[in-house]
């Protein structure tokens, strides 16, 4: 695979967690650990619902299915206690950065066209077999 263009990942916006149960998952975070975690946001086009874990260097995304076919239910029929599910990076120009991607020989997930994200920013994922078994979610910001 071509050496990616030094630069192009930014920060981590996110590393997220498939849970078969959100609202205990939210509990454990808020009253165990104490974190402040947003209300949740069922994002059907993406077949998930999600609540960010707000932590000062960056969030954590805790997900669990919604409705059918969606993306990580077989994540969760092999792990049903749930599991580290991707890391999320930002990049300031998503299209330039998937086609550096493709050109380089990496699997972009879907048709290429970047989604609408939980923030409203343009979001693509990397094949996790390209990248050491991790899912990479790609964040314009
Ligand atoms: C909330 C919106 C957005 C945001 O703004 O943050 C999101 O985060 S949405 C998050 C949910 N959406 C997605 O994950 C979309 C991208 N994911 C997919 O398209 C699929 O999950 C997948 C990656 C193609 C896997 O689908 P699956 O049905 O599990 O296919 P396979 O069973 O064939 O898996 C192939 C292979 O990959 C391994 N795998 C699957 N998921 C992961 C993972 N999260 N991390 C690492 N590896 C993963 C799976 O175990 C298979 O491996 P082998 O068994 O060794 O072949
Ligand atoms: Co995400």
Do not use: W
């Not at 946001?41 to 995304?61: C, I, R, S, Y």
């Not at 086609?99 to 972009?108: E, I, T, Y």
């Amino acid at each position: 695979m071509q050496e990616k263009e030094a630069g192009m990942l930014g920060r981590v916006n996110h590393i997220a967690i498939a849970v078969p149960n959100l609202a205990a998952a939210t509990a454990s975070y808020r009253d165990v650990l104490g974190a402040r975690v947003s209300p949740p946001q069922a994002l059907p086009e993406h077949g998930v619902t999600v609540v960010f874990v707000e932590l000062p260097n960056t969030k954590v995304e805790l997900l669990e299915p919604l409705g059918e076919g969606s993306p990580i239910a077989a994540f969760l029929e092999k792990s049903p206690s749930g599991g580290m599910h991707h890391i999320c990076y930002e990049v300031d120009d998503i299209l330039s950065a998937r086609d550096r991607l493709v050109a380089g020989g990496a699997r972009v997930l879907g048709d290429g066209t970047p989604k609408t994200g939980a923030h409203g920013k343009p979001v693509l994922f990397l094949h996790p077999k390209d990248f050491f078994g991790t899912l990479i979610e790609l964040e314009e910001v």
